[in-house]
């Protein structure tokens, strides 16, 4: 079940995850599993960093505070699931599919979701260094209170995606497809490259003036005191 936010002039807002898990199984460890199926279970503290669970399925599922140091997890389903205080560096989801999740408080750098699909997914709090998303599809995405650290979004596709009190520093939209994105809640908002991608976001008009010299850079404009 997703909620949706009231919507703001010219712009459709995001529709937010709302979860309700089921009581959970403690996991006991053993690994990951390549393609495994994890339904109902409770990862809390669990030390999953440089394991395979490529492929794998997981399904109502609580992650809190894992380790996921290069944790191979591509094209992984990540279904109606938290992931809570998770931290790790060269986290691998490449092609993975997360929907109806909610990830909080995270401590992530050099996370891997190039080709992935995030639909339904609220990202609260934390801090993301480096985050590939390049060549994903985002639907229905709310990033709030986080820090975002050069994300790289060049050829990704972003509908109905919600930036509330977070930091967007050195982000690359090159090539990126935007519609119904809402950046005026975005505390920090720095675009390093693709500035001309903008076309389907709303900006506040302090924003526009800070991005103004990048806009007329990608415009030709030469600006002279």
């Not at 937010?16 to 053993?30: I, K």
């Not at 690994?31 to 339904?39: F, K, M, Q, S, W």
């Not at 650290?149 to 977070?166: I, S």
């Not at 994105?181 to 302090?206: K, M, N, P, W, Y």
């Amino acid at each position: 079940m997703a909620r949706r936010a009231a919507d703001g002039p010219g712009v459709k807002a995001a529709r937010r995850p709302e979860l309700r898990l089921p009581a959970l199984e403690r996991y006991e460890g053993g690994g990951l599993e390549p393609d495994g199926d994890y339904d109902g279970l409770d990862f809390r503290e669990a030390d999953l960093a440089g394991q395979d669970g490529g492929g794998a399925r997981f399904m109502d599922c609580a992650l809190t505070g894992c380790a996921l140091d290069g944790t191979r997890l591509s094209r992984a389903r990540v279904l109606d699931s938290v992931l809570a205080g998770v931290r790790g560096v060269g986290t691998d989801l490449a092609e993975a599919t997360l929907r109806d999740v909610e990830l909080t408080d995270a401590r992530l750098g050099g996370t891997q979701l190039h080709g992935a699909v995030l639909e339904r997914v609220l990202i609260r709090g934390g801090k993301i260094d480096f985050l590939n998303l390049r060549g994903a599809r985002l639907t229905d995405v709310v990033f709030e209170g986080c820090v975002l650290v050069e994300p790289d979004l060049g050829g990704a596709r972003l509908e109905r995606v919600e930036f509330v009190d977070c930091a967007l520093k050195g982000a690359d939209l090159s090539g990126a497809t935007l519609a119904d994105v809402d950046l005026r809640g975005a505390a920090a908002l720095e675009i390093t490259r693709g500035v001309d991608r903008l076309s389907g976001a709303v900006i506040s008009t302090a924003q526009l003036l800070d991005l103004a010299p990048s806009l007329a850079g990608e415009l030709g404009i030469r600006v002279e005191g």
